[in-house]
């Protein structure tokens, strides 16, 4: 099993000579615990820029925190923001580079923003004339899950670019593929990309089956375990409940001060989704680097922990997010849902949670993309 990045460094580096390489990566981009901008400058591949994306290109920044233009500290190179000001590489950022290796890891969701980063890079340096070098990866909830609905037009934004469902099952060269196949970007010509494909890597695999390790992708995602809860506890954000910032375990605990509710009302749901929910109280507090002023903060809230102790196969995350969803909302005093949850699942949510609709099914719109992907898959 090798990550794009192996693939280069075994493969591909001679094609790297006499170009200005840009990097677009974060804290992920390790290979044998030696970052990539280190391993490249030693390799005599000429580094000119760094490119920071959400978190930053060290990962020191927490979840929507804005990110500088400054200066890599370790290496001394120029680091331009894709997270500030602008989210699209600017002319004036690309006359430092003639390529950009782009190595930021997606988490198989549409709200996950790395991959909307992806699509207005790929758009800019269409404009402007320059490289583009996808180093691939697995896709950690593997590439046989599919599941939520297609975003609609209406709720589209940096955190759903692309219409598709909300658990795509694809890599983000695959992703790339189709985003020009299908014209989702903003382009006057086809951009001049590649796709470094990842080896080893089988559809039906999820990131534990792959052996490889886990870097956190960003401060809130420290396990594989809270990224798959993330897939669909996510939805937590855009409530006035804490989905668990400012612990240990966000995304696993869920809870407020108003949350009430007995044990037993969860044994179905643990039955049904292969999960385990223990009760628990918590303390939200300020963590630099992960969480500033989180919901609740210095409050005690009440509420659930989950855990997956046989394992995720069994285990339908979005599924498992919307019920909790709706049962803590009933379980609430003073419950609010706020727009931000159509902008996360694509479609009006909030009126139908709110008016107790039975939400719309989502098995047609899957079928249909996966139709649909097909002709853009790699693995």
Known sequence: MKLGIEVLLESHLPELEGKRVGLLMNPTSRVNGVHMVDTLLNSGVNVTALFAAEHGFRGQAGAGEIIEDGIDHETGLPVFSLYGSSK??????LEYVDVILFDLPDMGVRFYTYNATMGLVMEAVGENDKELWILDRPNPLGGEYVAGWILQEEYKSFVGFYPVPIIYGMTMGELAQMAVGEDWLELEQTPNYRIIKAAGWQRD????ETGLEWIPPSPNLPTFEHAFAYSGTVIFEGTNL??????????????????????SE?????????????????????IP???????????LCYGFRLSFPEGYSETDPLKLGIVLLEFAG????????????NNLFGIDLKTAIENNEKLPPWEEEVAFFKEKRADYLLY
Not at 88 to 93: E, I, S, V
Not at 248 to 262: A, K, R, T, V, W
Not at 289 to 299: D, I, T, Y
Request: glycine share 6%.
């Open 289 to 299: 680097g992960k969480a500033l002023s989180p919901k609740w903060e210095g409050e």
């Open 88 to 93: 699209k590489p600017t002319a004036k950022m």
């Open 266 to 286: 969860l044994d179905s749901i643990q039955e049904k989704y292969a999960v385990r929910i223990d009760s628990v109280a918590f303390e939200p507090r300020s």
């Open 330 to 341: 009933n379980h609430t005093n003073n419950f609010e849902i706020k727009p931000f949850v």
């Open 205 to 208: 695999m999820l990131w534990p």
């Open 242 to 263: 804490s989905e668990g910032r400012g612990t240990e375990n966000p995304f696993l605990m869920i809870g407020s001060p108003d949350l009430n509710f007995s044990a």
